[in-house]
């Protein structure tokens, strides 16, 4: 169903992970599934997909091709796994100029898929050099490979997306050397930032609340402080949140080890920064970055059944791309399967995350 909406809504076939893993939806069905909830555009990845990965036959092409045709989806994205761990030695790792051989390969594979993007990712998941003290030394995706490849994917017509995910963020000066190298280049049609939803957050899941309870929290204390997380993170104006007096109070509920690590990002219940220092951009970041982003990744574990969502603050957040000037795709990526497996049902959450994302948009 393509539209002239300046931003578009699309699904990453990543959301089905499961019901592909099953056995439950095959490429047809994960299209129509994608057609389905409304959708105008599909990313595909191709280890799940290609029978003989990474190479594309044309036999593939071709039924690739019609399908799209035939349900009315456009090919929006590839997803690039850039992993430098590719031996079964673990100790083994791609060179850089291993890594960028595998990603020009990456970028031709979508331009035969008829995609304008490939997913890059600061760490390439588990492809990152370790050092003896188990920190990271270098990430997968680094400005100087990525600087080498601008000219390779301009000319292919296939942006690099570089993915911002949680705990990184916007304004963390971590995208700079990217930003300085399309700059230094001028090569402004190779790649840029990608945003993905996961640093727009403003509370946990039923099922991380489920988690806690189960790892010996009160669930009263665990509600109480998601409350006081979406007040703190809604950016209506109206979120100062006392933190020391927010622990003061689940001390006196009873809290243990598992409520204050919650709230702090220390012990059982630890997150990354805890409730206090959470990573999140607000809406006024988004606008300003809006205009740079070349696609969006719609990250989401759980959205309630009347298409509303404690997660994120969906409205102020659509509105701050819309305002900042953002044209281009938000793909929905479901991913709270992995909490709860085999009980979630993923087309069902992702059609109810695109009926939200139009609600907010205004179509």
């Not at 349900?71 to 079964?88: A, I, T």
């Not at 050099?129 to 296939?158: C, S």
Request: hydrophobic residues 35%.
């Amino acid at each position: 169903m393509k539209t002239n909406n300046p931003i578009k809504l699309g699904v990453s076939l990543y959301s089905y992970q499961e019901a592909i893993w099953r056995g439950e939806l095959d490429l047809e069905g994960a299209l129509t599934a994608v057609a389905g909830c409304g959708a105008e555009g599909v990313e595909l990845f191709g280890e799940a997909f290609l029978p003989q990965f990474p190479h594309i036959p044309d036999e593939f092409l071709y039924k690739w091709h019609y399908m799209l045709d035939n349900l009315g989806l456009e090919p929006v994205c590839y997803e690039h796994f850039s992993d430098r761990r590719f031996w079964k030695d673990p100790n083994r790792f791609l060179s850089d100029d291993d890594v960028y051989n595998v990603t020009v390969g990456y970028l031709k594979s979508a331009k035969k898929l008829g995609c304008k993007f490939i997913r890059l990712s600061h760490d390439g998941h588990n492809g990152v050099y370790m050092l003896g003290n188990g920190k990271h030394e270098q990430t997968v995706v680094n400005a100087q490979i990525f600087e080498r490849l601008l000219p390779v994917a301009a000319e292919l017509g296939v942006q690099m997306a570089l993915e911002v995910h949680a705990p990184g963020l916007l304004d963390d000066g971590g995208n700079d050397d990217f930003l300085e190298a399309i700059e230094r280049t001028g090569i402004r049609n190779g790649g840029g930032l990608m945003l993905d939803f996961s640093g727009c957050y403003r509370d946990m899941t039923p099922m991380q609340e489920d988690s806690y309870v189960k790892a010996g929290a009160k669930r009263d204390i665990v509600q109480y402080l998601r409350e006081m997380s979406r007040k703190a993170y809604t950016y209506d104006g109206n979120n100062d949140v006392d933190w020391d007096e927010v622990e003061a109070k689940i001390k006196e509920m009873g809290a243990g080890s598992v409520e204050l690590g919650i709230l702090n990002g220390t012990g059982r219940g630890g997150m990354s920064g805890g409730l206090r220092k959470r990573l999140t951009s607000p809406p006024s970041v988004i606008k300003e970055y809006a205009s740079k982003l070349i696609y969006v990744h719609g990250k989401m574990h759980w959205i309630n059944e009347d298409c509303t969502s404690d997660e994120m603050d969906y409205p102020r957040h659509l509105q701050a791309l819309k305002d900042g000037g953002y044209k281009g795709y938000i793909s929905s990526e479901f991913e709270g399967q992995r909490s709860v497996p085999h009980t979630l049902n993923e087309v069902e959450f992702v059609r109810r995350q695109h009926v939200l994302m139009r609600q907010c948009l205004g179509y």
